[in-house]
């Protein structure tokens, strides 16, 4: 997936290789197409896009347009213009990266499902629940308010439960 002159730091190489062996450029392109990101054929493709996001340290919430296609540019050599990837930069590509991550972790999972336990003849559903937090930029507090009690005016909460018996994830992004 991941082109040769593509430098990528060691911190993220081992998830680089996990996508790039469970998602081929074809079926990541299809995935853009099914949520939207992509509509037609541009200067930058979406693996390209994935690369920038989640690959090149770009920090992409925290820089310039000019810096990120700096980096596009150098890292990948596609030249795009500023305002051709702030048009990137959208709910599409939020749905998009969504996707990615729910496949990602969906086959991950399911790779290794069924975990054996003593306790299978006690219980029907072993049930295992995590949630995390992090806080956005208060500009989305009417999409994403903050929890009561919390000082905060807007955040983010994931929630993954997974029954261990049978293996099924169930994902929420929102509490």
């Keep these: 997936m991941i082109e040769e002159n593509l430098k990528l730091d060691k911190d993220i190489k081992l998830f680089a290789a996990e996508l790039k062996s469970c998602f081929s450029k074809k079926e990541l392109e299809a995935i853009a197409r099914e949520t939207g990101f992509v509509k037609r054929k541009g200067k930058i493709r979406a693996w ?3 690369c920038l996001c989640y690959f090149m340290d770009a920090e992409v919430a925290n820089n310039t ?3 990120l296609c700096t980096k596009l540019s150098a890292k990948i ?3 795009i213009s500023n305002q051709a990837l702030d048009q990137r930069l959208n709910e599409k590509c939020v ?3 969504k996707k990615i991550f ?4 969906l086959q ?10 003593i306790w299978d003849e006690h219980f029907k559903r072993i049930r295992i629940l995590d949630c995390t937090a992090f806080q956005v930029p208060e500009s989305y507090k009417d999409i994403y308010p903050g929890s009561y009690g919390c ?3 807007s955040d983010v909460k994931i929630q993954l439960e997974y029954e261990l018996k049978s293996g099924n994830p169930y994902l929420v992004y929102r509490l």
Aim: glycine share 4%; with cysteine.
């Design 48 to 50: 390209e896009f994935l």
């Design 65 to 67: 347009l000019v810096t």
């Design 77 to 79: 050599g596609i030249v």
């Design 95 to 97: 749905e998009f990266s």
């Design 102 to 105: 729910e496949k990602l972790l």
């Design 108 to 117: 991950t999972i399911t790779n290794n499902t069924c975990i054996p336990s």
């Design 151 to 153: 000082s905060q005016a």
